[in-house]
């Protein structure tokens, strides 16, 4: 992709990115549904949506970030939008999101902004993870619309975790469990550790 394709598709996503604030109130207003004609996945899908709005909640009223990553992040002395590819119903988002959130907030240079997965499947197949629809997933981009860097759809410890207990023949409600219960102990900071690292290289 040349600068200048990369610069006209930045231009043509951001047409439909929405805020964060935006994005609280449809994850609200997704776990506030009449679940009467809902089918069994719609219903799981809610369950989990009103999980997430607990796990977002928390975050936001708990987090204490780590000083060298504030110290890096108010160092970014130019402009840079940040494009983070979520969904309401996404657990991963959840323990992530408000982090990557709290973190922008050290530096009006950053331009955070949502882009819905299931939304703007063209965009989010210019970012797979492995080959999957991964998210969340963080796209960093200068003001000519460079990309700096990329991040998702989950700190490496926890991917790792995840290959592990896959691996030992664990079912996704198992594995899920143990994942949540990570994020639960980590805080955050297997995330600001590559934060760190990644706003360090550019």
Same mark, same amino acid.
């Given at each position: +992709?040349?600068?200048?394709?990369? %610069?006209?598709? !930045?231009?043509?996503?951001?047409? *439909?990115? !929405?805020?964060?604030?935006?994005?609280?109130?449809?994850?609200?207003?997704?776990?506030?549904?009449?679940?009467? /004609?809902?089918?069994?996945?719609?219903?799981? *899908?809610?369950?989990?949506?009103?999980?997430?709005?607990?796990?977002? *909640?928390?975050?936001?009223? %708990?987090? /204490?970030?780590?000083?060298?990553?504030?110290?890096?992040?108010?160092?970014?002395?130019? $402009?840079?939008?940040?494009?983070?590819?979520?969904?309401?119903?996404?657990?991963?988002?959840?323990?992530?999101? $408000?982090?990557?959130?709290? +973190?922008?907030?050290?530096? $009006?240079?950053?331009?955070?902004?949502?882009?819905?997965?299931?939304?703007?499947?063209?965009? +989010?197949?210019?970012?797979? %993870? /492995? @080959?999957?629809?991964? !998210?969340?997933?963080?796209?960093?981009? *200068?003001?000519?619309?460079?990309? =700096?860097?990329?991040?998702?759809?989950?700190?490496?410890? @926890?991917?790792?975790?995840?290959?592990?207990?896959?691996?030992?023949?664990?079912?996704?409600?198992?594995?899920?469990?143990?994942?949540?219960?990570?994020? @639960?102990?980590?805080?955050?900071?297997?995330?600001?550790?590559?934060? !760190?690292? =990644?706003?360090?290289?550019?």
């Amino acid at each position: +992709m040349t600068l200048t394709d990369q %610069t006209n598709d !930045i231009n043509n996503i951001t047409a *439909n990115t !929405i805020s964060y604030d935006s994005y609280l109130e449809k994850l609200n207003q997704a776990a506030n549904v009449d679940e009467t /004609n809902l089918n069994e996945e719609e219903k799981d *899908n809610l369950s989990k949506t009103k999980l997430n709005i607990q796990r977002v *909640n928390r975050i936001h009223k %708990t987090y /204490n970030a780590d000083e060298n990553l504030k110290a890096i992040v108010s160092k970014i002395d130019a $402009p840079q939008k940040w494009i983070l590819i979520s969904e309401t119903w996404c657990g991963d988002s959840a323990q992530n999101v $408000p982090y990557i959130v709290e +973190m922008t907030k050290f530096n $009006p240079l950053i331009d955070l902004e949502i882009v819905l997965r299931d939304e703007n499947p063209e965009f +989010m197949d210019l970012y797979l %993870t /492995n @080959g999957t629809r991964s !998210i969340p997933k963080l796209i960093a981009f *200068n003001e000519e619309g460079q990309e =700096l860097f990329q991040w998702g759809p989950r700190p490496k410890e @926890g991917a790792d975790l995840v290959k592990k207990l896959k691996d030992e023949g664990k079912s996704k409600t198992e594995f899920l469990e143990q994942l949540h219960l990570w994020y @639960g102990r980590n805080r955050g900071k297997a995330l600001e550790k590559e934060f !760190i690292e =990644l706003l360090s290289s550019i």
